[in-house]
């Protein structure tokens, strides 16, 4: 059993930067692939990155690849999303989620998921 906790969403402008976190409890967060979903008011549940358990391959969504960075510090137990150079149309409930296999770009492959951290960009 996992369990996930998102935080750093926040309003910010556009062109700005935000860092999300997910922390993650258990001693075994090191077999899971992460991710991270987004999903705005009316629109269905999207990816947006995803990592491999030892961090050693990343992956994106073309909206944002070049401008977001997903990491993960296995050590910690934390997995990151950096996001620079944001846009309105950024603006979303970023979820967390992991999955004990590799990586999948389809949300209904992930086991376990956070609360969500709302991140809202304005123009």
């Known amino acids: 059993q996992v369990q996930l906790v998102e935080s750093g969403g926040e309003l910010v402008q556009a062109g700005g930067s935000l860092r999300l976190s997910c922390a993650a409890s258990g001693r075994t967060f090191s077999i899971y692939a992460m991710g991270w979903f987004r999903q705005a008011p009316g629109k269905e549940r999207e990816f947006v990155a995803a990592?491999?358990?030892?961090?050693?391959?990343?992956y994106y969504a073309d909206s944002v690849k070049g401008r977001f960075t997903i990491s993960r510090d296995n050590t910690k137990n934390t997995m990151y999303l950096i996001m620079n150079s944001l846009k309105p149309e950024d603006t979303a409930v970023y979820y967390c989620?992991?999955?004990?296999?590799?990586?999948?770009?389809?949300?209904?492959?992930?086991?376990?998921w956070g609360q969500g951290t709302q991140v809202t960009v304005s123009s």
């Open positions: 990592i491999s358990s030892g961090g050693g391959s990343t």
């Open positions: 989620t992991a999955r004990r296999a590799v990586v999948s770009y389809e949300y209904t492959r992930y086991d376990y």
